[in-house]
């Protein structure tokens, strides 16, 4: 099959989608369900119905966007991403996925391809935890990992909740519907940006999926003494923050140590309080984040940093507590997918290697109830969540055949 991606097109999509944010250009920055997130998805429907395309949302907005296949009592064959953005991002995280997917269809179409299963791109809604906290909302709720108390339970700011979000911005219905049952789909492909920066260093076209990292991240917070920084006396001292900078430091050696490079660490927050130079700290809230290729490994680092922090508050004499926010899986890809990938970097000639993914992403969600795998481009240094990201047309355009091209395969040729 000789396949041709209308790069040209493709490139002044991503512009156009691009220049819908609630930002100054280049900045692009759409929260789930604010104005420019609404205005995104009509334009987004537009283009795919100009394709021929079916369009479906569900209650949560997700939407679907079908190109009917010859054998419709075969579950379908399934690519996608999302659209929104968080504030100040980039052009390129989610939206080559998704309109990669859609110029991965008219590939097709424009190659006389006629699928046998059906071919589904989705958008995805609200991938970004900017407004309710939590990310991939859209796919969680479709593996069912999420269930239909989200729509109360979920809040964003002002204590607006996810039904009043959706019903608002007109996605009606019961929440519960979103589920989608394991086996719904034959596989699910998603093409993004590797938002990393191995693929450019090493000069590959096409990273090929293996693992989605299962990330955790939690609280915790000590509860020490403060006082004056005069008056009290090194011996008498609980002070909350040197407690939390000997826990931080024990974190890294855990991560380190845990026997894999694949184990990473970080602790991004360190709220102190009081926060006067001459008061001691009496409390200090860190912020950790705790990923692993391998969820067993990642729970015993947890559980390692957890056994830390009793032992530290025992010898200061302090209290700690964690609180838990998150604590997803992780995904392997399907053999069957990886290979088909593979088949299509060949037959495109692009240099491609496995690769690992490191940042949360719907295909995490979607490998509970489908065969899974991803399809990662470069991008400029690694950059990702900026307004300076960047992929280049060319890599994208690759990207696309060999999504296309694995869509082919999947869906069954003719
Ligand atoms: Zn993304």
């Known amino acids: 099959?000789?396949?041709?991606?209308?790069?040209?097109?493709?490139?002044?999509?991503?512009?156009?989608?691009?220049?819908?944010?609630?930002?100054?250009?280049?900045?692009?920055?759409?929260?789930?369900?604010?104005?420019?997130?609404?205005?995104?998805?009509?334009?987004?429907?537009?283009?795919?119905?100009?394709?021929?395309?079916?369009?479906?949302?569900?209650?949560?907005?997700?939407?679907?966007?079908?190109?009917?296949?010859?054998?419709?009592?075969?579950?379908?064959?399934?690519?996608?991403?999302?659209?929104d953005a968080i504030p100040n991002a980039g052009k390129f995280d989610g939206v080559v996925g998704v309109l990669g997917g859609l110029e991965a269809i008219r590939?097709?179409?424009?190659?006389?391809?006629a699928p046998e299963r059906s071919i589904e791109l989705i958008q995805f809604t609200a991938?970004?935890?900017?407004?309710?906290?939590?990310?991939?909302?859209?796919?969680?709720?479709?593996?069912?990992?999420?269930?239909?108390?989200?729509?109360?339970?979920?809040?964003g700011a002002d204590d607006e909740t996810l039904h009043m979000a959706r019903t608002g911005a007109g996605f009606a219905g019961d929440l519960g519907t979103v589920r989608l049952a394991p086996g719904h789909y034959a596989g699910f492909v998603e093409l993004h940006i590797e938002q990393g920066p191995v693929l450019e260093r090493e000069g590959i076209d096409i990273g090929i999926v293996t693992n989605i990292v299962g990330p955790?991240?939690?609280?915790?917070?000590?509860?020490?003494?403060?006082?004056?920084?005069?008056?009290?006396?090194?011996?008498?001292?609980?002070?909350?923050?040197?407690?939390?900078?000997?826990?931080?430091?024990?974190?890294?050696?855990?991560?380190?140590?845990?026997?894999?490079?694949?184990?990473?660490?970080?602790?991004?927050?360190?709220?102190?309080?009081?926060?006067?130079?001459?008061?001691?700290?009496?409390?200090?809230?860190?912020?950790i984040d705790l990923r692993d290729t391998d969820g067993k490994r990642r729970d015993r680092v947890l559980e390692g940093i957890k056994s830390a922090a009793i032992e530290i508050a025992q010898q200061r004499q302090i209290q700690i507590a964690t609180q838990m926010l998150n604590a997803d899986e992780p995904a392997a890809s399907s053999a069957e997918i990886l290979e088909a990938i593979a088949r299509a970097c060949a037959e495109e000639e692009l240099k491609s290697r496995r690769i690992v993914a490191r940042a949360y992403h719907d295909s995490s969600f979607m490998a509970q109830i489908a065969?899974?795998?991803?399809?990662?481009?470069?991008?400029?240094?690694?950059?990702?969540?900026?307004?300076?990201?960047?992929?280049?047309?060319?890599h994208i355009a690759g990207g696309v055949r060999v999504l296309a091209r694995t869509l082919a395969d999947l869906s069954g040729a003719h």
């Open 1 to 83: 099959m000789k396949l041709e991606v209308d790069a040209g097109r493709l490139s002044r999509e991503i512009d156009e989608l691009a220049a819908i944010t609630a930002d100054e250009p280049p900045a692009v920055t759409r929260v789930v369900f604010t104005e420019p997130d609404l205005h995104a998805r009509a334009w987004l429907k537009a283009r795919c119905r100009d394709a021929g395309l079916v369009i479906r949302d569900d209650a949560v907005g997700n939407t679907f966007i079908r190109w009917q296949g010859s054998r419709s009592d075969l579950p379908a064959v399934a690519t996608g991403s999302h659209i």
């Open 107 to 113: 590939a097709l179409q424009r190659a006389g391809f």
């Open 216 to 287: 955790a991240s939690f609280f915790m917070t000590l509860e020490g003494q403060g006082g004056h920084a005069g008056g009290v006396l090194m011996p008498d001292r609980h002070d909350a923050l040197c407690a939390a900078a000997e826990l931080i430091v024990k974190i890294e050696a855990l991560a380190r140590g845990s026997g894999s490079a694949d184990t990473v660490a970080t602790t991004g927050i360190c709220d102190v309080h009081p926060g006067a130079i001459n008061s001691i700290p009496s409390r200090v809230k860190l912020g």
């Open 127 to 155: 991938e970004e935890p900017t407004r309710f906290g939590v990310g991939c909302i859209g796919s969680r709720l479709m593996a069912g990992v999420l269930g239909p108390e989200a729509d109360e339970k979920l809040r």
């Open 371 to 394: 065969p899974m795998a991803m399809i990662f481009i470069p991008c400029r240094g690694g950059v990702s969540h900026r307004p300076d990201e960047y992929a280049s047309i060319e």
